[in-house]
């Protein structure tokens, strides 16, 4: 299983959920999209962090994320 994807899976939605949240609260509606987005991302992260400790830190987030897109798109 590839933690190092299953973390920055979650970042990606962690993040999308960030506008859906902004949209929602200046809309004057209850979020439930960017709720959910924001428990499966922080779930997969927490998963990820779990079942991988000491490998994630906040100064190897950007290169763990180029690393997987690289690895993933070529």
């Known amino acids: 299983m590839d933690f190092d994807l299953i973390f920055v899976t979650g970042i990606a939605l962690a993040a999308f959920a960030l506008p ?4 929602a609260y200046s809309d004057r509606r209850w979020p ?5 987005m924001l428990v499966i991302g922080g779930g997969a992260i927490a ?17 763990m ?3 997987v897109i690289g690895r993933y798109l070529g």
């Open 32 to 36: 439930k999209a960017a709720v959910v």
């Open 20 to 23: 859906s949240l902004v949209s």
């Open 47 to 63: 998963y990820a962090v779990q079942e991988n400790s000491g490998a994630y830190s906040l100064a190897t987030v950007p290169d």
């Open 65 to 67: 994320i180029v690393t």
